[in-house]
């Protein structure tokens, strides 16, 4: 029988990320990296095409707008794929018509830290593509290039009502590389699934996995970590300064890091404990750029004034912890905490970094919001919806598309056949972009072709 | 029904409550939406005395009992029994912290010795409605180690029970074909059945392999006796289909008894399982084809086990082997939207693990059990409900954990700084 069971917990062990506001692209000097916008809108621009969008109106629902409000007997009508109009009693025109009495419809969820693709199913050696563990500066290598189409995965956590993912590279590395966001659509190539014109993150990750994985070359401390953040970013800046006087030089690596520090790539950074975030967010001021997220971050909860403070959001589990020694001083109420700091100002965010978590990431967020009002705080269910919809879509900047029912958005959202916050309740119908991609009771969804064949009983 | 013999216990319980000095752990919990084996939650009062339940009846009058626990409108379940290594790891990547382990033994590694009552772990999932676990070993031989049973109450000493089962697991591996490995095991059974003898030199591997993975101590290949003498079951984690039906025939000629754990293709063979009557210990969110044995994974799985019969018990599988072990309700009420019964559902997480591996006294509230109950505000299955109060063995549990403690060190106002810091 077989020997060793193979621990899969040091996937998740390894890996991290990080996210933005949109503000800073607002700020900031010009891009020196001259082919920067090239990288969204150029040769590795999103192909995406909507699949086949509908007139729609969803008639009596209970509606979390993703801003934190609730409607009861709403309708929402959308149309050429955008959101067109939220109210009671709409009058429309040509529209299908979707009778949601009893039912509730939210936004489109929005998991900003997923390795979908990067570590697809079957996890297998040959196709383990996450982590660049060749050096600690990998700032060159893009999730997207490692992006597997056919991964089954994804229409799994299309079942669980996600219609948007943020794919990053692992966590063994100080600067993993570009992380990509993806629509939760079924396509033959990764360009077809980007969305479009969203970011590029960047990855770094603190604590225990790079010190782990580089312990024999180095870094094999915190220490030595952050000297390998700062060092990194001085080559980046003379990079820049080099740019000046020979615009036309290429450099892989520093071409994302300035990124960053243009304010045009958004840093999502790994990190577990307090201190360490504090000290990341030193090195930001140091050299000028934002954290947009701390992922994982177990121990947000003691710095959530600061979070707020810097406008830097928190991606969380709901209640993992214990698998290492930085995710130890756990609690369930993190989320709120995060959420509620100075006055309700923090940008808290329950993501999954799981392909079992992103299918139900719902009920993740009915714990966090079970222990938050344990702690004493006064939550809604609408408020604990933002943060599975507006805050992550904001950290991966592009809230102004999606994340919200917002008029003129696109028309990604889910039809739940009931309250959300219930472990009974499952998504009915997942539209993404105005075109029904998942339909639960005519088992409408996509399958990719490594499904092809494998099948051997018949799916209801 | 037994209206004669209640009468009889409660002048009984009279009667000591006369005699004797008042105990102090006698305890009423009235009014509470009590879960029942066969029945689900109906309205009675519970009486609770010397860590046992002596009475279950609609109304038992308060004066009974100086501890009288209003539990209207409250909903009492025994304590969940749950399949981990609670108090065997305290921080998953700190091998100095994990007592799972053994290269030495195998088959007849027993982790339970090493059990740690104050693991934050244990603290923490007791206050989440857990009262005691199956504590899963992993040696590195062919053998994982023996199953056992431990109660997580506060304080030093706990009840134990086991050997419960032989771990082992079955199918895919990065040396030997899947075939070689049930020839090894036939082989080792036989080995034992016939009366092993290190002089024999046709038998020496089994003793002296120079791989530690064929290496067996004569405590190993007692374990193994056990099976062989249907003392206790073999348990294999197996997921592919047809390597459940190698396992299903081996146990059949070996006439031993089996229980599958895992079994994401179960469903393709659930006909064949219940009719073999072995029960599959599973989590029924284990849908991802994540490996190649398990590329039917699906939703379906629990369902369609449930359905043709199969005895069934539940344990959540993120719960990085012990910390979130209490999260197996969150399974459970996945199984309920998934199609199984609610009623069976929660018997998944409380008497079937019980009956599965024959753990005298507990897993059901009924008159003579274990006082082992917690106190849910609402269904025990929602993500949203909280446990109010948990006893075992009839003594009221310190729900105290580092999660709420370090929450109020957080929240709390205080005027010094830092650890004393605001929100």
């Known amino acids: 029988m077989i020997k060793k069971l193979i621990v899969l917990l040091t996937i998740f062990i390894l890996f991290g990320c990080g996210s933005d506001t949109p503000s800073i692209f607002k700020s900031k000097m010009e891009s020196s990296a001259k082919n920067f916008e090239d990288d969204i809108h150029g040769t590795y621009a999103s192909t995406y095409t909507p699949l086949k969008p509908e007139n729609i109106i969803i008639r009596n629902a209970t509606i979390f707008d993703g801003n934190g409000n609730k409607f009861l007997d709403y309708d929402v009508y959308f149309s050429d794929g955008k959101i067109k109009n939220l109210g009671v009693d709409l009058e429309v025109e040509g529209a299908r018509e979707i009778d949601a009495t009893g039912k509730y419809v939210t936004p489109g969820i929005v998991d900003n830290h997923s390795h979908m693709g990067v570590y697809p199913a079957p996890s297998v050696r040959t196709s383990s593509d996450g982590n660049e563990a060749t050096n600690p500066v990998t700032a060159e290598v893009w999730a997207e290039h490692s992006v597997w189409s056919q991964d089954p995965q994804y229409k799994l956590a299309l079942a669980g009502g996600v219609t948007t993912f943020h794919v990053l590279p692992g966590s063994a590395n100080l600067f993993g590389g570009r992380g990509v966001t993806l629509k939760n659509v079924s396509a033959n190539t990764v360009p077809d699934m980007k969305f479009p014109d969203a970011p590029h993150s960047l990855k770094m990750a603190c604590g225990e996995n790079p010190k782990r994985v580089y312990r024999s070359r180095g870094p094999s401390t915190r220490m030595g970590n952050v000297a390998g953040y700062r060092k990194a970013w001085i080559g980046a800046e003379n990079h820049k300064k080099r740019l000046e006087r020979d615009p036309e030089h290429r450099d892989i690596k520093n071409e994302t890091l300035v990124g960053v520090l243009d304010g045009k790539i958004l840093v999502h950074n790994h990190c577990y404990r307090a201190d360490e975030m504090a000290t990341m967010i030193n090195i930001s001021q140091e050299f000028g750029y934002k954290v947009s997220t701390f992922h994982h971050a177990v121990e947000a909860y003691k710095i959530a004034d600061l979070l707020a403070d810097e406008g830097i959001c928190a991606a969380l589990w709901a209640d993992w912890w214990g698998f290492k020694h930085e995710a130890y001083d756990m609690t369930i109420a993190n989320i709120a905490i995060v959420d509620q700091a100075r006055g309700g100002t923090g940008c808290a965010i329950v993501h999954s970094d799981s392909e079992s978590g992103i299918q139900r990431l719902n009920q993740e967020a009915a714990k966090a919001l079970a222990a938050g009002r344990r702690a004493g705080f006064e939550i809604s269910e609408a408020r604990a919806m933002t943060w599975l919809t507006k805050n992550p879509a904001k950290s991966l900047g592009i809230l102004d598309k999606t994340g919200t029912l917002d008029l003129g958005k696109d028309a990604d959202l889910v039809i739940w056949d009931g309250n959300p916050f219930s472990v009974y309740t499952k998504a009915e119908q997942v539209y993404i972009d105005g075109a029904l991609t998942f339909d639960k009771a005519s088992n409408f969804m996509p399958h990719t072709d490594f499904d092809i064949g494998i099948k051997e009983w018949e799916e209801k | ?423």
Do not use: C
């Not at chain 2, 899963?136 to 134990?160: E, V």
């Open chain 2, 1 to 423: 029904m037994g209206g004669k013999i209640m009468r009889l216990i409660k002048l009984l319980i009279l009667f000591s409550f006369f005699l004797f000095p008042h105990a102090d752990d006698m305890y009423l919990l009235k009014g509470g939406n009590v879960f029942l084996p066969n029945v689900g939650f109906v309205k009675k009062d519970i009486l609770v005395d010397e860590g046992l339940i002596i009475s279950i009846e609609d109304e038992i009058d308060s004066s009974i009992s100086e501890n009288v626990i209003n539990s209207d409108g409250k909903y009492i379940t025994p304590g969940l029994i749950v399949f981990s290594a609670l108090g065997l790891i305290e921080i998953g990547a700190l091998p100095e912290t994990i007592d799972t382990r053994s290269e030495t033994y195998n088959a007849g590694f027993d982790p339970s010795d090493a059990f740690n009552p104050f693991s934050q772990g244990i603290r923490l999932n007791r206050s989440k409605g857990v009262t005691s676990t199956v504590n899963i070993p992993s040696a590195s031989g062919y053998f994982a180690g023996l199953l056992s049973y431990t109660k997580i109450n506060n304080g030093i000493k706990q009840k134990k029970q086991g050997p419960l089962g032989l771990l082992t697991s079955y199918g895919q591996s990065y040396d030997d074909s899947r075939a070689a490995n049930l020839m090894f095991i036939k082989d080792l059974f036989s080995y034992v059945r016939n009366g092993y003898d290190s002089m024999k030199a046709d038998q020496i591997q089994f003793f002296y392999g120079t791989d530690n993975e064929y290496r067996f101590t004569k405590r190993d290949l007692e374990a193994i006796q056990k099976v062989i003498n249907k003392e206790m079951p073999l348990v294999v984690r197996v997921n592919k289909a047809t390597d459940i039906l190698k396992v299903l025939e081996m146990a059949k000629s070996e006439n031993i008894n089996l229980v599958l754990w895992e079994a994401n293709e179960g469903h393709m063979v659930a006909e064949e399982i219940s009719k073999a009557e072995v029960p599959v210990i599973m989590d029924p969110l284990n849908n991802i084809p994540g490996t190649f044995d398990s590329l039917n994974a699906t939703y379906e799985n629990v369902s369609r086990l449930h359905n043709a019969g199969v005895k069934l018990a539940f344990y959540y599988d993120q719960s990085s082997g012990a910390h979130n072990a209490y999260l197996a309700t969150q399974s459970a009420g996945n199984a309920v939207a998934l199609g199984v019964n609610y009623n069976e559902a929660l018997a998944s997480v409380t008497s079937n693990p019980a009956e599965i591996f024959d753990i005298k006294n507990v897993g059901v509230i009924a008159i003579g059990y274990d006082a082992d109950l917690t106190i849910w505000d609402n269904d025990p299955l929602e993500l949203m409900t909280q446990v109010e109060k948990v006893f075992i063995d009839g003594s009221k549990q310190d729900l105290s954990n580092r999660y709420d403690e370090l929450t109020e060190r957080y929240t709390k106002e205080e005027e010094l700084p830092n650890s004393y810091r605001s929100r």
